[in-house]
């Protein structure tokens, strides 16, 4: 096998001529040959030696262990190179994970959709979307805004989520309105509710006042509590209580 100059195996390897000055001056790398001329050369032992000198320092050793390591007179070649094989394959199966993450980030963020104030209000005509929010400003400015900051935030799939839930739940409890607002079954019910309205408000602290000020919208304003736009007195009645009792019993 021919013998490689320094500059030649630097290419080689990936890494610097001053570097394999430094390899040869701390002895952990010498040339097989010398010349008179003051050139190094690098015959197949040395390439080999280097081989095991770069896979050391991929994983972290220090050049005095790594000397340490291949002088050892016991030092097996192939069984270091098979354990060097396997510690690359593990790397390389964190770095494939990695990759993979990064790409599905990359993807979220690129896809993400951010949500608009017309997103809050979907359902509504633009009229009477504009007329409520319009209404909501008025009587409670400070809550519509912090309200719409906190909702803004989330996805259109998590709202969408919150919306169907709420849904569900409204429906669950219109239809125990003859039931005793007190009983366990109601109240399970309303803690859901609660942990609902708690999320459109955007208030992660407990709120009893403010839900029962809410109670009292449902009975004073029949909006709140229509049925495909017919009043329905007695549902936002058993709210009131149902809401009332919850707040009063609130740990």
Known sequence: MANYAVKKLA???GVSVRTLHHYDRIGLLRPSVRTEAGYRLYGEKELLRLQQILFYKEMDFELKTIAELLDDPEFDMVQALQHHKKSLLQ???RIETLLGTLEKTIDHLKNKQ???HEDLYKGLSKEQAQAWRKEAMERWPGQVKHSEQQLLK???EAFEELKTGFGA???QLMAMTDNDPHSAEVQQLIADHYRYI?????????????YKGLADLYVSDERY???EGKPNRGFAAFMQKAMYYFADHME
């Open 114 to 116: 951010t949500m608009k």
């Open 198 to 210: 708690l999320q459109f408000w955007g208030k992660p602290e407990v709120a009893p006042e403010a």
């Open 154 to 156: 989330m996805s259109p």
């Open 91 to 93: 790397k390389k199966k």
């Open 225 to 227: 509590t229509a049925v």
């Open 169 to 171: 739940n409204w429906q």
């Open 11 to 13: 290419g080689m390897a």
